[in-house]
């Protein structure tokens, strides 16, 4: 009877997926823009607000997410999947009353569910101090300043409160776009076009 030899290998696998934080920061940048415009009163919200809300918001962070997850990131898996649910459920906020579904939220209840989303975001920004990205940090330190004047703005219903709001929400938006662009053209030229 033949004797079976047992041969050690090793494999290595090579991770070919791609950086996912370009576009879970585009979804949140792109969002983020023409939402805060909206709070300025360029225009009101309307479906290019929800449609981009669930479908670049939504569905862009919540893929990303998934990659980052893959990738073995849990602060790219979480922050990026639950921020893209927030988008979906900002959606919903909009739709489900508008569709007859279930009755409005109060002003209370939205200044409740947006400081809750700040206090989230603010332990996420105690994680970016760990990641060396100075352009994740101000992202996460303007988010947080967002969703707490969103939240002081529906709990007191000041309209000029609100438009201040709106122009943090537009430094946000373009700092999640500088970032993400950033990150492509570093990729792209394969050094430091643009400091993150």
């Not at 990659?67 to 919903?92: D, Q, R």
């Amino acid at each position: 009877m033949a004797e079976t030899q047992e041969i050690a290998t090793d494999v290595h696998v090579m991770d070919r997926t791609a950086n996912p934080t370009p576009l879970g920061f585009t979804g949140l940048g792109l969002s983020a823009v023409l939402l805060s415009l909206s709070y300025i009163g360029i225009y009101p919200v309307d479906s290019m607000i929800v449609s981009m809300a669930m479908f670049l918001g939504g569905f862009a962070e919540v893929f990303a997410g998934i990659m980052a997850w893959k990738k073995g990131s849990v602060f790219g898996g979480t922050a990026f999947c639950a921020f893209g649910l927030f988008w979906f459920s900002l959606a919903s906020l909009l739709l489900l009353p508008a569709a007859g579904l279930i009755e409005a939220p109060t002003p209370i209840s939205i200044a409740a569910y947006l400081f809750i989303w700040g206090v989230y975001t603010f332990v996420l920004l105690i994680a970016t101090l760990k990641l060396g990205s100075k352009a994740i940090m101000f992202i996460f330190v303007t988010l947080f300043l967002l969703f707490m004047l969103l939240a002081i703005v529906n709990a007191t219903e000041n309209a000029g409160l609100l438009v201040i709001a709106g122009y943090v929400g537009l430094i946000v938006g373009f700092a999640a776009l500088y970032t993400a662009l950033a990150i492509v053209l570093n990729d792209a030229y394969g050094r430091t076009v643009a400091p993150v």
